[in-house]
């Protein structure tokens, strides 16, 4: 089984920073992509980042662009996301994904077959 573990989330001031972390364990694949989602009250999960296997094709959601920063240590099934200025409407609770394969990187929950529980972001005004 993969089990997947975020941390990293805090109540935050609006303009600041936080990284997020994502640790793979148990018995995960030999290539996969990752990816960050975040699930806001009253709204859909959304797709945030993500990232290949090799860490050279990387994508993000247009609100996030220039702000928001994935990568990953692929020694230590790990996958980060940095947050800078970060603002109000990022308030939601943000899940790692992992997407077995080396292939294109996958845009929509669909494509992830693994879930972490979730860390919850908070930025106040």
């Known amino acids: 089984q993969v089990q997947l573990v975020e941390s990293g989330g805090g109540l935050v001031q609006a303009g600041d920073s936080l990284r997020l972390s994502c640790a793979a364990s148990?018995?995960?694949?030999?290539?996969?992509?990752m990816g960050w989602f975040r699930q806001a009250p009253g709204k859909e999960r959304e797709f945030v980042a993500g990232?290949?296997?090799?860490?050279?094709?990387?994508s993000y959601a247009d609100s996030v662009k220039g702000r928001f920063t994935i990568s990953r240590d692929n020694a230590k099934s790990t996958v980060f996301l940095q947050m800078n200025s970060l603002k109000p409407e990022d308030t939601a609770v943000y899940y790692c994904?992992?997407?077995?394969?080396?292939?294109?990187?996958?845009?929509?929950?669909?494509?992830?077959?693994?879930w972490g529980q979730g860390t919850q972001v908070t930025v106040s005004s």
């Open positions: 994904a992992l997407a077995p394969g080396a292939g294109p990187l996958a845009l929509s929950r669909a494509g992830y077959d693994y």
């Open positions: 148990g018995r995960t694949f030999m290539f996969y992509g």
């Open positions: 990232i290949n296997w090799t860490g050279d094709d990387t």
